[in-house]
């Protein structure tokens, strides 16, 4: 069983920066694919980020240019560094780990950031 424990939301005030992390307890995380989504309330998720197994990365547009997806593979995590934050980036986000390879597709229970004045 893969646990993912996210890591990192809370409160910020607009043009301030958080940084995710999402842990994985998985001896294969180098051969995976990453994601961070978020969903707002009375939205659908949405892919926010992802990472490849070789590095290759792709943002929403919504968000290029303010967030930064990288992983550590020696720690076995993932992170979203957010800058540059606006209101309606406000949601709850979750880590995706993926490797069709091995079926495997895991979810984290996701970290509330709220970004309010």
């Known amino acids: 069983q893969v646990q993912l424990v996210e890591s990192g939301g809370g409160l910020v005030q607009p043009g301030e920066s958080l940084r995710l992390s999402c842990a994985a307890s998985?001896?294969?995380?180098?051969?995976?694919?990453m994601g961070w989504y978020r969903q707002a309330p009375g939205k659908q998720r949405e892919l926010v980020a992802s990472i490849t197994r070789s590095g290759t990365t792709n943002y929403a547009d919504s968000v290029k240019g303010r967030f930064t997806i990288s992983r550590d593979n020696a720690k076995n995590t993932v992170y979203l560094q957010m800058n540059s934050l606006k209101p309606e980036d406000t949601a709850v986000y979750y880590c995706n780990l993926r490797a069709v390879l091995f079926g495997l597709d895991y979810w984290g229970q996701g970290t509330q950031v709220t970004v309010s004045s």
């Open positions: 998985v001896s294969i995380f180098r051969l995976t694919d």
